[in-house]
Antibody, heavy 117, light 110 residues
Framework: QLVQSGAEVKRAGDSVTVSCTGS????????IHWVRQAPGQGLEWMAMINPSNGDARYAQKLQGRVAVARDAAPNTVHIEMTSLRSEDTAMYYC????????????WGQGTLVTVSS | QSALTQPASVSGSPGQSITIPCGGT?????????VSWYQKNPGKAPKLMIFEVDKWPSGVSHRFSGSKSGNTASLTISGLQPEDEGDYYCCSYAGRDTFVFGSGTTVTVL
């Protein structure tokens, strides 16, 4: 399963870090993606990381404001978003995909990030 | 990368079939046979329903089927049931390890 860190409340301009911990499988063998859903909006793919080597890719619109990396904790990756805006208020999900397969087979429970202005 | 285009809502009566189109471009849907579909209900994580255009994950009813023609993918739900209500999102691989989701479609069973 994928277990995410708890809800966060931040102010505009702050940074936030959300973590995702995998269990029950070889964590390094699967990519982790980050997808968010703002209230009343659709799903948005944000970024992905290969936990085996830390290689990451980002959605163009978020480049420079988002970073995904392996965490010091075992079997954990995190996403950090800086310069938060009210429109970053959303449920953030991590999801797993197998290398070479282009779909998200398993998802975390979601982490609500609220940004107040 | 703009979101793939889906109708905001589709409805049908129990037992009917409905189809949800998902419009993309030559750079995503038209280029790759890597379209997946997800069901999203309030308070729950998305659930994979279809992958690689027309394949079923284990445990997903074959009442759900996928197809693709040109730059447009489609999800068809046959024998519509009340439990099929929810939001449905298409997703396409867009190259260079990036993905794009559709705008989402709310399915209502009348």
């Amino acid at each position: 399963q994928l277990v995410q860190s708890g809800a966060e409340v931040k102010r505009a301009g702050d940074s936030v870090t959300v973590s995702c911990t995998g269990s029950g499988y070889t964590f390094a063998s699967y990519y982790i993606h980050w997808v968010r859903q703002a209230p009343g909006q659709g799903l948005e793919w944000m970024a992905m990381i290969n936990p085996s080597n830390g290689d990451a890719r980002y959605a163009q619109k978020l480049q420079g404001r988002v970073a995904v990396a392996r965490d010091a904790a075992p079997n954990t990756v995190h996403i950090e978003m800086t310069s938060l805006r009210s429109e970053d208020t959303a449920m953030y999900y991590c999801a797993r995909s197998h290398p070479g397969l282009y779909y998200f087979e398993f998802w975390g429970q979601g982490t609500l990030v609220t940004v107040s202005s | 990368q703009s979101a793939l285009t889906q109708p905001a809502s589709v409805s049908g009566s129990p037992g009917q079939s409905i189809t949800i189109p998902c419009g993309g471009t030559r750079s995503d849907i038209g280029k790759f046979n890597l379209v997946s579909w997800y069901q999203k209900n309030p308070g729950k994580a998305p659930k994979l329903m279809i992958f690689e255009v027309d394949k079923w994950p284990s445990g997903v009813s074959h009442r759900f089927s996928g197809s693709k023609s040109g730059n447009t993918a489609s999800l068809t739900i046959s024998g519509l049931q009340p439990e099929d209500e929810g939001d449905y999102y298409c997703c396409s691989y867009a190259g260079r390890d990036t993905f794009v989701f559709g705008s989402g479609t709310t399915v209502t069973v009348l």
